[in-house]
């Protein structure tokens, strides 16, 4: 039995029929670095009986170098151009949950192709949560300079306006990550694109 099957024999009516009702879409999560896109994205998937991919993995594979590396040879513009591609192609290739790098969905043709092929989830966070999660590493390029602080604080008033066309919002914050998937779980089954395929049982007569 596949890994895919395996986790779909244990989820719950509702996940099973959201999978169902997502057909060939993908379930985009998008936000700041530090939202914890990867990490909850990766428990969605397997709620759901999902593929996950990093965007940002996919980046480094396809460049054969570390975002930071590709940073410093070629510039922001040049990864923004690659990421945009490596997106595109794959939301060809959906169902699956994806989390994408930070400024990805600033990208308006990147938005449109997640409209087309995704339904758009955005992890919200406030200042104070993603400047104690991201002060941990020191591989993130859009914080390298001398004052991280104002960096995050530019980077929010910047990109919280765009997150917020997003599909879903649901907020990011110190509770365990099952509540925050569960959360996502039940928003994508009151999602209106998704209500006849997952919505709730009794509803449709089971």
Avoid at 17 to 40: E, F, H, Y
Avoid at 103 to 110: I, K, L, R, S
Avoid at 156 to 180: F, N, Q, W
Wanted: proline fraction near 5%; aromatic fraction near 4%.
């Amino acid at each position: 039995m596949s890994e895919i099957a395996v986790q779909n024999a244990g989820a719950t009516l509702p996940e099973t029929a959201l999978t169902a009702a997502l057909g060939r879409r993908s379930i985009v999560l998008v936000g700041m670095m530090g939202a914890g896109k990867s990490s909850i994205g990766r428990r969605v998937a397997a709620r759901l009986g999902l593929p996950f991919v990093d965007a940002d993995t996919e980046i480094e594979k396809a460049a054969s170098m570390t975002i930071p590396e590709i940073f410093s040879a070629h510039g922001e513009a040049y990864f923004r151009a690659g990421e945009a591609r490596v997106i595109a192609r794959l939301l060809e290739s959906g169902p699956q949950v994806l989390a994408t790098g930070g400024g990805a969905f600033m990208n308006p043709e990147t938005r449109a192709v997640i409209r087309a092929k995704g339904i758009s989830i955005w992890l919200n966070a406030t200042f104070d949560i993603l400047m104690r999660r991201v002060k941990r590493r020191a591989d993130r390029p859009m914080l390298a300079g001398p004052d991280p602080v104002e960096a995050l604080t530019r980077l929010i008033e910047e990109r919280y306006p765009v997150y917020a066309e997003a599909e879903l919002t649901v907020e990011s914050r110190d509770v365990p990550h099952e509540t925050i998937v569960s959360e996502i779980i039940t928003k994508l089954c009151n999602h209106p694109s998704l209500v006849g395929g997952a919505g709730n049982t009794e509803a449709r007569g089971q």
